[in-house]
């Protein structure tokens, strides 16, 4: 346990996004929505986002090339490794493709993310790892 996937799961209204995490071997599945996709703003929630967990639990993260990501280094103060995927190699983080395919299924890419309420939205993160 302890080592991580990230991705981000894009919307068809411009500008929405939910940046996701999910955990290798236990598969659990975290969701942010986000305000923006700039690096500096998605640092600052995973590095919160890790911060709460056991430090057992926070070994590695694996990314994507996307420019999102490029503030990763601010993990390194939790002693988190990174890693990033060979270009057009997704399967590389099969998990975090998988669950987020999985995911569609409760919010459809042509979901409105600011019709979605923060509580439906937490329901349906958690819909997704009691399944």
Request: glycine share 6%.
């Amino acid at each position: 346990p302890g080592h991580w996937e990230a991705d981000l799961m894009m919307f068809s209204k411009y500008g929405q996004a939910v940046l996701t995490v999910h955990e290798r071997t236990s598969r659990l599945l975290l969701g942010i929505r986000l305000a923006s996709k700039v690096a500096r703003g998605i640092a600052r929630h995973l590095v919160r986002l890790f911060a709460d967990l056991p430090e057992s639990l926070r070994q590695t993260v694996t990314f994507d090339n996307g420019t999102e990501f490029a503030q990763h280094l601010a993990l390194h103060r939790l002693s988190i490794e990174t890693f990033f995927c060979d270009p057009h190699s997704p399967w590389q983080k099969g998990g975090i493709e998988n669950a987020i395919g999985r995911m569609r299924r409760f919010i459809p890419r042509k979901t409105d993310l600011a019709a979605l309420t923060s509580h439906r939205f937490r329901r349906l993160v958690a819909a997704y790892n009691n399944t």
